[in-house]
């Protein structure tokens, strides 16, 4: 089991990405400052660190120049509100492995975390998705029913993806809400019903079906 290190600071934040990593089968540790981020990094025992910028006492940059000096290779995941071309830059510069701004949607950190924990002899990972005449291409973001191609939002997109990577498993709508809106949603919220009733229209009226009282399912 691969163990990925979470350095945030915000509590909410921080349980939403560890109870995501553990359900997908990863060992995590969550710390709350830049000192025992280096702390816990500089073991080894860590696969990955997924690393805020804006942490207490020490930094993420900090952080991360630290590590990189000790010759610490474990790969980095730079996960912050600072979306400023300078801050992409200074932070892959020194040394992180990729650059997520926030908001964010776990099914994109997701992949990103197996891609950079992904051994260089195994097999790509899948970049079009096909169940029961759908197809779905994450590289081009194009939607397809048979031979015709759909328009998708964002949103859309989003999720008919969660439901392609999960096909006949039912899918509550809080997991619906955690995997496509993030961290920040609105558990009372219908969004997810007006969506699927939106996908149903597009991709055809028996394609999701409902499961009374539990969620949704990919037919």
Partial sequence: MSRILIAEDEDRIAAFVEKGLRANG??????ADGE???AAAVTGDFDLVVLDLGLPRRDGFAVLRAMRA????????????RDSVHDTVAGLEGGAD??????????????????????ADRAPEVTVLRHDGLS????????????????????????????????GQVLSRAQILSHVWGYDFDP?????????????????ADRIETVRGMGYRLG
């Fill in 26 to 31: 990863f060992g995590t540790e969550v710390v």
């Fill in 36 to 38: 025992a981020a280096l």
């Fill in 70 to 81: 000790a010759r610490v290779t474990t790969p980095v995941i730079i996960l912050t509100a």
């Fill in 98 to 119: 990729d650059y997520m701004t926030k908001p964010f949607r776990f099914e994109e950190l997701l992949a990103r975390v197996r891609l950079r924990l992904r051994p």
């Fill in 136 to 167: 779905l291409d994450l590289r081009t973001r194009r939607a397809s029913v048979g031979e015709e191609t759909v328009d998708l939002t964002a949103r859309e997109f989003a999720l008919l993806e969660l439901f392609l990577r999960h096909p």
């Fill in 188 to 204: 009372g919220s219908n969004v997810v019903d007006v969506y699927v009733r939106t996908l149903r229209r597009k991709l055809g």
